[in-house]
């Protein structure tokens, strides 16, 4: 079946390097996506990633992708305090087309 | 460009009571979506249209939930009667392809119903 896991917590001080991380189980995938949600507010597109692909760089983001392994991960340089909220991975999936997201790691900044 | 609206933003209702939502999607969007987000998980699809048709709604929960879009634009996600587990976020998103085909989806700022 179609499942996404990620790690629920994260911690890092500001300046430092983030690595969020994500599995997924569905080797038909399509696009693969990174969300990001503060407090109160609905989801907002960070990047995406095509299935064919095994990086994407956008400024202060990158995204590596292992398709054997059915890993991505998210790093974010120079991590600052804004950056701190929810991150969701997802899948979308050539049988269906929907998305299907991961339960979100929470990012946390310390000063 | 406007993004996708939602309202209300909060929304407290007594179990076994009714309750409505409502989506603007982005101009031109002919894909929405709602999800619904139980605290501590990521969305998961309740139903899906492609303009006013029903694409996907194998995870909606007929008995109690339904959802319009009539003329193709805005939609209602309507619940009745509610139960204590319907206390979620209610997410509305729209998308539209783009040149390489790809639909990314936006999201509104969501609906939280809180069912007591």
């Known amino acids: 079946g179609e499942d996404v896991e990620q790690s629920l917590f994260l911690s890092v001080r500001e300046g430092d390097s983030s690595v969020i991380n994500c599995t997924y189980t569905d080797s038909s995938s399509t696009y693969l996506y990174w969300y990001k949600q503060e407090p109160g507010a609905g989801l907002q597109l960070l990047t995406y990633i095509f299935s064919n692909m095994d990086m994407k760089q956008d400024q202060r983001l990158t995204v590596l992708l292992n398709k054997k392994d059915k890993h991505l991960s998210l790093r974010i340089a120079d991590t600052q305090t804004g950056d701190s909220a929810i991150y969701f991975c997802a899948e979308r999936t050539l049988n269906t087309g929907k998305l299907i997201f991961g339960q979100g790691t929470t990012l946390q900044v310390k000063p | 460009e406007a993004g996708v609206a939602q309202s209300p933003r909060y929304k407290i209702i007594e179990k076994r009571q009714s309750v409505a939502f409502w989506c603007n999607p982005i101009s031109g969007h002919a894909t929405l979506y709602w999800y619904q987000q139980i605290l501590g998980q990521g969305p998961k699809l309740l139903i899906q249209f492609q303009n006013n048709g029903v694409v996907d709604d194998s995870q909606l929960p007929k008995d109690r939930f339904s959802a319009e879009r009539l003329k193709g634009v805005d939609s209602t996600l309507k619940i009745q009667p509610a139960k204590l587990e319907d206390s979620a976020v209610y997410l509305c998103?729209?998308?539209?392809?783009?040149?390489?085909?790809?639909?990314?989806?936006?999201f509104g700022p969501g609906t939280r119903l809180l069912v007591l």
């Open positions: 998103a729209s998308s539209t392809p783009d040149r390489a085909h790809e639909e990314t989806q936006y």
